[in-house]
């Protein structure tokens, strides 16, 4: 089994889903995407967790990026919990849960760690890029429910810094001042690509308002 990297491609696959079969390259076209794992379906930390993305996926959708979860139980059960996932979050799932029970999916992202469990996936997250690049990597244990508000923040820094020579700081919200690149020196440079002006706490580290998006 290979480990993902970030930077990798991420593997493709077709396998069933609560909404029938899902070619993965081609079901994230040319926008980014969250795939994520969850260990069992009628399971309560999976529950809350399904149910909050589904709250977000307007969010993740004005950003261009596609939400689709996995695990390794069948797509009858996933269209079962579904309801229960939709009654109690008061929420309406419209994304895909993976029906991943040849393990396929798990085995292609290694998210079976066999010293947390033979058989459950643990909770794996990957944000992917429009070339299909794996861009992050969160691995959580069965037992710790994520925060999908910070795979949200993530994104909106990986969209942000993919377009402008800065780097978001610690606990950075959409709108903050961001940081810019070290790399650049060039007065004349500084004034072209940051005309909102600049910061300077250190030589390495200014700050500038956030890039109009």
């Known amino acids: 089994m290979t480990t993902l990297r970030l930077g990798d491609v991420a593997p493709d696959f077709e396998q069933d889903s609560s909404l029938g079969k899902i070619k993965f390259h081609e079901f994230l076209g040319n926008g980014w995407g969250v795939l994520f794992s969850h260990p069992a ?6 529950t809350t967790e399904l149910g909050y993305t589904a709250i977000l996926s307007g969010e993740f959708a004005k950003r261009g990026a596609k939400v689709i979860a996995v695990s390794v139980d069948g797509k009858q059960s996933h269209i079962d919990w579904i309801k229960d996932i939709n009654d109690t979050q008061k929420t309406d799932v419209q994304y895909p849960i993976l029906a991943d029970e ?4 798990a085995t292609l992202y290694d998210m079976i760690h066999p010293n947390a469990s033979t058989t459950a996936t643990v909770r794996s997250v990957f944000v992917i890029d429009p070339n299909k690049k794996i861009r992050l990597i969160l691995t959580y244990p069965a037992s710790t429910g994520r925060n999908f508000d910070e795979i949200l923040r993530a994104l909106d820094s990986l969209q942000l810094t993919d377009n402008y020579s800065v ?3 610690v606990n950075w919200k959409q709108g903050e001042d961001v940081i810019i690149a070290p790399s650049i020196k060039d007065p004349a440079v500084l004034k072209e690509k940051f005309p909102k002006g600049y910061t300077e706490i250190r030589p390495y580290l200014r ?3 956030q890039p109009d998006l």
Request: aromatic share 6%; glycine share 0%; charged share 25%.
């Open 207 to 209: 700050t500038t308002p």
């Open 167 to 169: 780097a978001t700081p």
């Open 41 to 46: 379906d009628f399971t309560p930390v999976c």
């Open 102 to 105: 040849d393990r396929k999916v």
